[in-house]
């Protein structure tokens, strides 16, 4: 068994490699939900969405969000008929959102739901929330705390980011079958995909339990550096590295990992920071632009993955 | 000033004939609101949107709801995600539920939405909700009491009614506009349009105080028959009447409304039930097939009122 820690586009996209290579029952996707919001009125969660769409080949990788087979009707009729339209939904997507809302009101629980939109999905691997509780990532820039959707779509990640918190996370509970899944001693790997570490794994990390089980695990934890000769592939990771105060390098990223990791694979181009890197690094093709690009960087991850486990 | 009570497609044809032969300012739709109801978390209301779809151009004129520049991505994406797909709702149709809910649930009126809604759509007349409080029309069927959409359209008609409520209407506020139009010395004359006397009217002179100010209105009540040759033009009209007992007749919509009517507009077809009907009758072509049928009928409705209030 393979856990994979994902994001949004980067995670999900290696999440897709490795259920290429790997038996559905072999992998489990645990999503990160701090991303999470409520608008329209409807329940969205981006990351588990985009790693669904990922997985089920129905994802528009032009943009790296929502439906290939997408429809606009929806958000043409918002805009005329005076509706906020600063989040884009299609017309597909929109009825997913309105399935889980529904199904979340009633009771259900965010895994159940995701767990059952899957299997409709003909997804295999089993993909689940970090948790069944609201977390909500929250960011401090110079326009004060903002809702993350807010900073990411609305603001375009333009403020400057100070601070990261993410709400409801100190009394959230780990989705229980991630943790059994991090005791279990069939576990081989846990790979963190190359998702941005503020805003798509540290979220996960920041659950009660989380970090110490990651660390306490007996498999080899490996990440996936998301950033590339000093640059984010996709998103604001870079940007908000140099806000921060930090490098924006693949070495900063494995800093942040640093008491858990085991391996970290990092991309040819930043071969020089091998060095500052306390963890046995792979130097692999980590942009991921072909199918076959996804697949090679998994392979790589798993054959990491399996030489630490023999050392460890 | 002229006072149109509409329910959906009979009505809003006839509202929009009217529409088209008055200047915006005198006329006033005013519509039933006891099919409205919640579904997939949305705020529906079917006969206001008939009627402002119809009053815009937008009406899917081949199926009698909806709009006629439709898509469906969003209810095939709810058949494969295992959604209730059993009220049809177009990606368009979608956003503009989704805007009102979101206002409703914001504290707006229902009336003040409308007039947001049918300012957007350009429509010149005033459309407003029979009301802004609940109400909801129910059945008693043989399978015991049923929400009016769940009769409607889930079982398209078919239980046998026996009985019909309207919930909320006892404690409704009819609309203020509403009450200060009749009361109105330069009212011209009230239309009951070819709606439903059951689920569409009848609502509307439930709610308290609208009877007698009909009754009291200085000017002439004239209405359209719904029913020619002992059939309804759509819908469950003639089938219902038979259900409770009564004749499916242009003559039996009349007595419903004895009290309170002035003149009746009834089709070539019916003219037998003349010697029935205690209002002065005029006889026209009923069935509104073409825009020019619309108008014509319109213009005779409005002929007929003049006649009225000459007399009256």
Same mark, same amino acid.
């Given at each position: 068994?393979?856990?994979?820690?994902?994001?949004?586009?980067?995670?999900?996209?290696? @999440?897709?490699?490795?259920?290429?290579?790997?038996?559905?029952?072999?992998?489990?996707?645990?999503? =990160?939900?701090?991303?999470?919001?409520?608008?329209?009125?409807?329940?969205?969660?981006?990351?588990?969405?985009?790693?669904?769409?990922?997985?089920?080949?129905?994802? =528009? *990788?032009?943009?790296?969000?929502?439906?290939?087979?997408?429809?606009?009707?929806?958000?043409?009729?918002?805009?005329?008929?005076?509706?906020?339209?600063?989040?884009?939904?299609?017309?597909?997507?929109? $009825?997913? %959102?309105?399935?889980?809302?529904?199904?979340?009101? $009633?009771?259900?629980?965010?895994?159940?739901?995701?767990?059952?939109?899957?299997?409709?999905?003909?997804?295999?691997?089993?993909?689940?929330?970090?948790?069944?509780? *609201?977390?909500?990532?929250?960011?401090?820039?110079?326009?004060?705390?903002?809702?993350?959707?807010?900073?990411?779509?609305?603001? *375009?990640?333009?403020?400057?980011?100070?601070?990261?918190?993410?709400?409801?996370?100190?009394?959230?509970?780990? %989705?229980?079958?991630?943790?059994?899944?991090? @005791?279990?001693?069939?576990?081989? $790997?846990?790979?963190?995909?190359?998702? =941005?570490?503020?805003?798509?794994?540290?979220?996960?990390?920041?659950?009660?339990?989380?970090?110490?089980?990651?660390?306490?695990?007996?498999?080899?934890?490996?990440?996936?550096?998301?950033?590339?000769?000093?640059?984010?592939?996709?998103?604001?990771?870079?940007?908000?590295?140099?806000?921060?105060?930090?490098?924006?390098?693949?070495?900063?990223? $494995?800093?942040?990992?640093?008491?858990?990791?085991?391996?970290?694979?990092?991309?040819?181009?930043?071969?020089?920071?091998?060095?500052?890197?306390?963890?046995?690094?792979?130097?692999?093709?980590?942009?991921?632009?072909?199918?076959?690009?996804?697949?090679?960087?998994?392979?790589?991850?798993?054959?990491?993955?399996?030489?630490? *486990?023999?050392?460890?």
């Amino acid at each position: 068994m393979i856990i994979a820690l994902s994001g949004g586009v980067g995670g999900a996209k290696l @999440a897709l490699g490795l259920s290429r290579i790997l038996p559905p029952e072999e992998l489990m996707v645990v999503v =990160n939900t701090g991303d999470d919001f409520e608008h329209l009125g409807l329940s969205i969660s981006p990351d588990i969405d985009t790693v669904t769409y990922t997985l089920s080949g129905l994802a =528009n *990788r032009e943009v790296g969000w929502g439906r290939h087979d997408e429809t606009w009707s929806f958000m043409e009729t918002m805009e005329s008929l005076g509706g906020e339209t600063w989040f884009r939904l299609g017309d597909r997507d929109v $009825a997913l %959102h309105v399935v889980r809302t529904r199904r979340l009101r $009633a009771g259900e629980t965010l895994s159940a739901v995701t767990a059952d939109l899957c299997k409709r999905l003909g997804i295999g691997p089993r993909v689940i929330p970090m948790t069944d509780d *609201r977390v909500r990532t929250r960011l401090l820039t110079e326009h004060g705390w903002l809702d993350f959707q807010d900073y990411f779509v609305h603001r *375009r990640c333009e403020p400057v980011v100070r601070e990261l918190a993410f709400e409801g996370a100190a009394t959230a509970t780990p %989705h229980p079958a991630f943790m059994a899944a991090l @005791a279990d001693p069939r576990l081989q $790997a846990v790979v963190i995909c190359p998702s =941005n570490p503020f805003i798509s794994v540290e979220p996960i990390l920041a659950i009660p339990g989380v970090r110490a089980a990651l660390v306490a695990c007996k498999a080899p934890v490996i990440a996936v550096s998301p950033i590339i000769a000093g640059r984010a592939v996709k998103g604001p990771t870079a940007k908000m590295m140099t806000e921060l105060g930090l490098d924006p390098s693949a070495g900063t990223v $494995a800093h942040r990992y640093a008491d858990l990791l085991d391996g970290y694979v990092i991309d040819h181009a930043d071969m020089a920071e091998v060095v500052s890197i306390d963890a046995r690094v792979t130097l692999a093709q980590t942009m991921m632009t072909t199918i076959e690009d996804r697949e090679a960087l998994a392979r790589t991850v798993l054959d990491a993955a399996a030489v630490l *486990r023999r050392r460890k």
